[in-house]
Structures are given as structure tokens and as C-alpha cells.
């Protein structure tokens, strides 16, 4: 069974303050795509990662896959109260189906 | 682009009676959907996959009799909660992945809140 586990579940911080979620496991994965949800909405798609070892930014969000493509990051820069939510990453496995994350939910407090 | 579309966005219904929930993909075609439901401060748990054409393919534990999957067009996929109960109350979110993707993006519609008493 592939899973992802994502750390921390939970942050709250200082808004100007750096941050990194970690999203991690043991199987390999063809692509992983990060996401961010509100309260009462669904999940908004904000990269696709498909190269182990890719870096791609969103103005002060940087998400890096892993070399061997099991893992990824997602850093954010200067948080903003704009940044609140819940995200979640997820890896296309061997199914055509994707594996969700554990979920981390961020509070950015002004 | 790639905009999903969810109705209705919130429903309340009597125990017993059925819900039927749509999800339209505007802009771009999807020859698979999928529909999640979400728990309170949970990650999404996968119900089905539905294919254009074909019988929807369900996960482990979901019901396929009470959860009727319908995906008559690339653009439109129905879920159907017969028989509703209060234990069936959720936040249904349905996905579509674009037919010229060579990987699984998947867009999200905006959820459906349904309350059963």
C-alpha cells in the first residue's frame, strides 16, 4: 500500500516567518502535485512535480521533489495571513488513482 | 481554464430519501473523474472512479448500491446517495483529470455539503 506522510500535521505561525512541509514515502511516485484547501472548498491545485530533483517556484512558494521521487517539500517564504490552509500533497501511483496525503493545516497569524 | 463545477453546493434532505450530486468540468474535457469525500480536519478519502462510459470502479468499503456513479459525457459525472442517512453526512468533492495530461492533475470542484437528519 503506498502512503504519504506529511509533517508537520499541524503549524502555527508569525506572519513573516519561513516554513517547510514535508511530504514523505517509501514508495516511488511518477508525479506528486501539491494542493491547498479552505474551509468549505475543495482542494486548488498549485504545482505538478514530475522530474526527481525539479524546484519550481510560486512567488514564495518553492516545492522540490525528491532525486529518487519518493518525497517532496513545500517551502513558504515571508508567510502571509493569505497562506492559511490546509495542504496536501499527492503522488500518481502505480493506479490511475492519486495518494493523498496526511495533511498539514496552517495558520498564519497577522 | 480547467475550472470544475459542483451542484449543489450544499443540501440538506430527510433520512431515507436520495441526493444526487453533479460535477461538470467547464473548460476541458475528462474521460476520468473521481469523487472523495472529506471528514472534518481530515484528508480526502477516495470513493470511486468514474470513466466516461463505463461502470465507475470503487474503492474498498464503498458501496456501489448506495453510492450510484454516472458518467454519461467527458464533461459530466453524477454522484446519486440513495437512501441517505444521518451517517452519510459529509463533504463530497469531486475531480477531473484533463483527457491531454499525460500525468494525474487532477482539478477539484468546490465540494458538495450534505446534511441528512
Known amino acids: 500500500t503506498q502512503l504519504l506522510e506529511q509533517s508537520p500535521q499541524f503549524l502555527s505561525i508569525q506572519e513573516g516567518e519561513n516554513l517547510t512541509v514535508y511530504c514523505n514515502s517509501s514508495?516511488?511516485?511518477?508525479?506528486l502535485q501539491w494542493y491547498r484547501q479552505e474551509p468549505g472548498e475543495g482542494p486548488v491545485l498549485l504545482v505538478t512535480v514530475v522530474t526527481g530533483g525539479e524546484v519550481k517556484k510560486l512567488k514564495r512558494l518553492t516545492f522540490q521533489f525528491g532525486d529518487a521521487r519518493k518525497d517532496s517539500s513545500l517551502h513558504i517564504t515571508a508567510a502571509q495571513p493569505g497562506d492559511t490552509g490546509l495542504y496536501l500533497c499527492?503522488?500518481?501511483?502505480?493506479?490511475?488513482?492519486?495518494?493523498f496525503g496526511t495533511g498539514t493545516r496552517l495558520q498564519v497569524f497577522p | 481554464g480547467a475550472v470544475v463545477s459542483q451542484h449543489p453546493s450544499w443540501v440538506i434532505c430527510k433520512s431515507g430519501t436520495s441526493v444526487k450530486i453533479e460535477c461538470r468540468s467547464l473548460?476541458?474535457?475528462?474521460?476520468?473523474m473521481f469523487w472523495y469525500r472529506q471528514f472534518p480536519k481530515q484528508s480526502l478519502m477516495l470513493m470511486a472512479t468514474s470513466n466516461e462510459g463505463s461502470k465507475a470502479t470503487y474503492e474498498q468499503g464503498v458501496e456501489k448500491d448506495k453510492f450510484l456513479i454516472n458518467h454519461a459525457s467527458l464533461t459530466l459525472s453524477t454522484l446519486t446517495v440513495t437512501s441517505a442517512h444521518p451517517e452519510d453526512s459529509s463533504f463530497y468533492i469531486c475531480?477531473?483529470?484533463?483527457?491531454?495530461?499525460?500525468?494525474?492533475?487532477?482539478?477539484f470542484g468546490p465540494g458538495t455539503r450534505l446534511t441528512v437528519l
Open positions: 499527492a503522488g500518481e501511483g502505480d493506479t490511475d488513482k492519486l495518494i
Open positions: 475531480s477531473a483529470r484533463p483527457v491531454d495530461r499525460g500525468y494525474n492533475e487532477q482539478f
Open positions: 473548460d476541458f474535457q475528462a474521460t476520468t
Open positions: 514508495s516511488v511516485f511518477s508525479s
